[in-house]
């Protein structure tokens, strides 16, 4: 089992719907969960960062955690063309630990 | 405020030749992390520094692969010889507090896109 999985891509969205992207990942010691956007050919940004169980929200970015179910996902709502790219998961143990991130999904929101 | 600088930003050689990537973090981080990403595949961690000591490098193969932080600011990745398989691109991450989530995160520099033939 990989430490860290995404649900398979590419994904494609109208212009306007919400985007949604899956995480799970292995490690029940894991204790902060990240998500970075990476558009193509550049490194990926930080745009996302949760540890606590329930939803954290940034403008159109909300962030879900459950831990018991080991599950982090990402719903990108009115989702817009430059909001393409590829989303990865990202998972720490603690802020000394590794981070390990997720093969990534790509998105694709169609005009 | 300084990003994570690399260099250089693409390199071309062919394979058993040598190849050196340089990264400089941004001012004060103590943690630095050099990543393997191959195309289509999310980052994987080749080597974590914290100073000029090395946390992981569980990841690295060190057959061929080798890197150095010897003052604890710049680093240098190593590879020799190189592979085809080694066909990537090589970020540099550096590690310090993110006001706007308010934790501790990475910051990744461009990268240096390597290709061998």
């Known amino acids: 089992q990989k430490e860290v999985e995404q649900n398979s891509g590419p994904l494609s969205v109208p212009e306007g719907a919400i985007a949604s992207l899956n995480c799970t990942y292995s490690?029940?010691?894991?204790?902060?969960f990240f998500w970075y956007r990476q558009y193509s050919g550049k490194s990926p940004e930080l745009i996302m960062f949760?540890?606590?169980?329930g939803d954290k929200e940034d403008g159109r970015f909300t962030a879900q955690l459950n831990k018991a179910s080991q599950y982090v996902s990402l719903l990108i709502r009115d989702s817009q063309p430059s909001d393409s790219a590829t989303y990865l998961c990202?998972?720490?143990?603690?802020?000394?630990?590794?981070?390990?991130f997720g093969p990534g999904t790509s998105l694709s929101v169609i005009p | 405020e300084a990003g994570v600088a690399q260099s250089p930003r693409y390199k071309i050689i062919e394979k058993r030749q040598s190849v050196a990537f340089w990264c400089n973090p941004i001012?004060?981080?103590?943690?630095l992390y050099w990543y393997q990403q191959i195309l289509g595949q999310g980052p994987k961690l080749l080597i974590q520094?914290?100073?000029?000591?090395?946390?992981?490098d569980s990841q690295l193969p060190k057959d061929r692969f080798s890197a150095e932080r010897l003052k604890g600011v710049d680093s240098t990745l190593k590879i020799q010889p190189a592979k085809l398989e080694d066909s990537a691109v090589y970020l540099c991450?550096?590690?310090?507090?993110?006001?706007?989530?308010?934790?501790?995160?990475?910051?990744f520099g461009p990268g240096t896109r390597l290709t061998v033939l």
């Open positions: 520094f914290q100073n000029n000591g090395v946390v992981d």
């Open positions: 490690d029940r010691g894991s204790q902060s």
């Open positions: 001012s004060g981080h103590a943690t």
């Open positions: 949760i540890y606590s169980n």
């Open positions: 991450a550096s590690k310090g507090r993110d006001s706007r989530v308010r934790t501790d995160t990475q910051y």
């Open positions: 990202a998972v720490m143990k603690t802020s000394y630990d590794k981070v390990i």
